[in-house]
């Protein structure tokens, strides 16, 4: 390893992925980001809960700002996928691009894979915020609105219970088995109307989906969230042996190292709570922990 090659590999260039490169290269680490997919974040067109921004921001300007920070103090960050991540001593070997090195840590910020409704145009949908993926960060926008949430187990049940906290007007539509719903009880007690179906037809009007449709029938919402789950992509790590939970999201300690050492994950891909500033909260404990776990391995550490 020279001089001139990274030290560090982040995998993702979300806002975990960004956030950490900012960090370790104050740090004077250097650091090389691997831009393999468009970030989740991307898909925002406003959000209205980034702390700093009472008038909202969207996904791709949080993104061009940070991709700019982390340049400004040197992290490279590199378009394409890393293929291959193994481990060889104290190192880890990385193939991107066609070439492979050696690198001292790995953060791992790739994020998770949403499993969309099956409806016409839904990522387009889903980017002019006419169907809904998170709740948490826009379910104020929810009060006093017809809300649909399409689920296929009882994680449609509890999306449906939080979005009850901003209207009295919920209803569950649910696609998958009958069997699969289990707390139909839940759904009676909170007033949460209850339609077993797929659904077969969408209608769009200007900036809203105004009617979803099943049996010849429509009804109309005015916003639609989806509550069908995601998946970790956490297969780089899989590949190392590292600890995960039962959904396949990486396990982490207090300091965002997974059970590889020197393998570290921040963000999405980590259980927890799907939000941008846990993922930079997240990314910078783990960057400094990779810092000073460095440091302490060149005797720098008192």
């Keep these: 390893m020279t001089d001139t090659d990274p030290e560090i590999l982040v995998i993702g260039a979300g806002p975990a992925g960004l956030t950490a490169a900012t960090y370790l290269a104050r740090f004077r680490r250097r650091v090389l980001v691997a831009d393999g997919d468009e970030p989740r974040a991307s898909w925002i067109p406003v959000s209205h809960n980034m702390p700093g ?79 809904r993926i998170c709740p948490i960060c826009d379910g104020y926008e929810a009060v006093d609105k017809a809300v ?16 009850r906290t901003y209207s009295d007007r919920v209803t569950l539509i649910h696609t998958g088995r009958p069997e699969a719903l289990t707390d139909r009880e839940a759904l ?3 007033g949460i109307a209850l339609v077993e179906t797929p659904i077969e037809n969408v209608e769009i009007e200007s900036d809203r989906v105004t009617a979803l449709g099943w049996g010849g029938q429509f009804q109309t919402f005015d916003l639609v969230y989806s509550a069908l789950g995601t998946s970790a992509n956490a297969s ?67």
């Design 188 to 190: 009676t007690r909170l």
């Design 53 to 131: 921004f009472p008038e909202g921001i969207t996904g791709d300007h949080i993104l061009s700002r940070m991709r700019e920070q982390a340049r400004e103090y040197g992290a490279v960050i590199e378009g394409g996928r890393v293929e291959h991540l193994t481990r060889d001593g104290e190192t880890f070997r990385a193939e991107l691009n066609g070439r492979t090195f050696a690198v001292r840590a790995v953060l791992l910020a790739t994020g998770v894979v949403d499993h969309h409704p099956d409806l016409p145009g839904v990522e387009r949908a889903i980017q002019r915020s006419l169907v």
């Design 148 to 163: 649909a949430v399409i689920g296929d187990n009882d994680k449609g049940v509890r999306e449906a219970a939080f979005l």
């Design 236 to 302: 780089l790590a899989h590949g190392l042996n590292a600890d995960v939970d039962e959904d396949g999201r990486l396990l982490v300690n207090l300091h965002q190292a997974t059970s590889v050492p020197g393998l570290y994950a921040a963000g999405d891909v980590v259980r927890g709570l799907n939000q941008i500033a846990v993922a930079t909260a997240e990314a910078a404990v783990a960057a400094t922990d990779i810092h000073n776990r460095l440091r302490q391995a060149d005797g720098l550490l008192v």
